[in-house]
């Protein structure tokens, strides 16, 4: 059988989420007994709590949503490049030991362990990284961090790259025991009419 390697992080009330983001929350609607046959949940959160594809909305406006973005690009083969350690930004030079034959989705690890509490001091991309790897036929960037853009960014320079390009983003992955290497992706975002990002259950498929 092919293994899986599950990307994600569990989503919980104490899972990292920027600052003013809606954390995730339950509370019971009904719960087993003589009187009712089920359990059951109601949730509460931002779509952007644990591992998510943020939707084109997410940083524009009258552009699409999570319940209309295209999802070919959530599923396919995929390359993992390790850049652990690289620093603030992810540049061409941390990914071109790796480039050769790009498949169109490509996640980079830059942790040796994903936080699991908030650190605004994360990994994000450099927007000519964003352009490099467009150029080469990528269609969709990830990475193990919260955001593409570094926390304090007020421009979004590598959001805007996504938009310009029509490249699709996974944010938020735990690529801890995850090999470089080729893999089979599938990550696909939940139909949420009108919402900015959708929560996803990403995970790793060998070829």
Same mark, same amino acid.
């Given at each position: 059988?092919?293994?899986?390697?599950?990307?994600?992080?569990?989503?919980?009330?104490?899972?990292?989420?920027?600052?003013?983001?809606?954390?995730?929350?339950?509370?019971?609607?009904?719960?087993?007994?003589?009187?009712?046959?089920?359990?059951?949940?109601?949730?509460?959160?931002?779509?952007?709590?644990? +591992?998510?594809?943020?939707?084109?909305?997410?940083?524009?406006?009258?552009?699409?949503?999570?319940?209309?973005?295209?999802?070919?690009?959530?599923?396919?083969?995929? *390359? !993992?490049?390790?850049?652990?350690?690289?620093? +603030?930004?992810?540049?061409?030079?941390?990914?071109?030991?790796?480039?050769?034959?790009?498949?169109?989705?490509?996640?980079?690890?830059?942790?040796?362990?994903?936080?699991?509490?908030?650190?605004?001091?994360?990994?994000?991309?450099?927007?000519?990284?964003?352009?490099?790897?467009?150029?080469?036929?990528?269609?969709?960037?990830?990475?193990?961090?919260?955001?593409?853009?570094?926390?304090?960014?007020?421009?979004?320079?590598?959001?805007?790259?996504?938009?310009?390009?029509?490249? *699709? !983003?996974?944010?938020?992955?735990?690529?801890?025991?995850?090999?470089?290497?080729?893999?089979?992706?599938?990550?696909?975002?939940?139909?949420?009419?009108?919402?900015?990002?959708?929560? !996803?259950?990403?995970?790793? *498929?060998?070829?």
């Amino acid at each position: 059988m092919k293994r899986l390697w599950d990307i994600s992080p569990l989503v919980a009330p104490d899972a990292p989420i920027f600052p003013g983001d809606e954390p995730y929350a339950l509370r019971w609607t009904a719960r087993l007994s003589p009187d009712c046959p089920v359990n059951l949940s109601a949730l509460s959160m931002s779509p952007h709590v644990g +591992a998510h594809a943020d939707a084109p909305l997410h940083y524009a406006d009258g552009v699409a949503s999570a319940a209309e973005v295209d999802l070919h690009p959530y599923l396919g083969p995929c *390359r !993992v490049i390790h850049a652990i350690g690289c620093g +603030a930004l992810i540049r061409i030079e941390h990914l071109a030991h790796a480039a050769a034959d790009l498949p169109e989705r490509v996640l980079v690890r830059c942790m040796q362990r994903a936080d699991t509490v908030w650190n605004p001091n994360f990994t994000a991309y450099a927007p000519e990284t964003v352009a490099w790897l467009a150029e080469r036929g990528v269609r969709l960037i990830g990475l193990d961090t919260p955001s593409v853009d570094p926390a304090s960014s007020k421009t979004l320079d590598s959001h805007q790259q996504l938009l310009r390009l029509d490249l *699709r !983003v996974l944010e938020n992955l735990v690529l801890d025991d995850v090999p470089e290497g080729d893999y089979e992706l599938i990550a696909l975002p939940l139909k949420l009419a009108g919402a900015c990002a959708s929560p !996803v259950r990403a995970v790793l *498929r060998s070829l």
